[in-house]
């Protein structure tokens, strides 16, 4: 079973950047998909990036389409999100993810803690 471990938020001005860190333990990270969701106060969760096993694929939310990038290392058992551009709507705990076979869904199998964004204007 996977571990995960998120790490890089913080308080930023709208319209600048963070790159959020997540880095795995405990199992064959290429067996992974991984992804990015968030969850804002008094909101649901919802999907924000998804990278396939070897990083050939990505995908994103429509609200972060241009702005979010999501990267792997598989040498590092690393998932990265530089994120630009940021807005005020950005805040809300972001959380790393990982599942063996979805990759675009609301829901994955492994779960990090979170790690708090808040963009202020």
């Known amino acids: 079973q996977v571990q995960l471990v998120e790490s890089g938020g913080g308080l930023v001005q709208a319209g600048g950047s963070l790159r959020l860190s997540c880095v795995a333990s405990?199992?064959?990270?290429?067996?992974?998909?991984m992804g990015w969701f968030r969850q804002a106060p008094g909101k649901e969760r919802e999907f924000v990036a998804a990278t396939s096993w070897n990083g050939g694929s990505a995908y994103y939310a429509d609200s972060v389409k241009g702005r979010f990038a999501i990267a792997r290392n598989n040498d590092q058992n690393m998932v990265y999100l530089q994120m630009n551009s940021l807005k005020p709507e950005d805040t809300a705990v972001y959380y790393c993810a990982a599942d063996e076979t979805r990759l675009v869904a609301s829901t994955y199998d492994y779960w990090g803690q979170g790690t708090q964004v808040t963009v202020h204007s």
């Open positions: 405990g199992g064959t990270f290429t067996h992974y998909a």
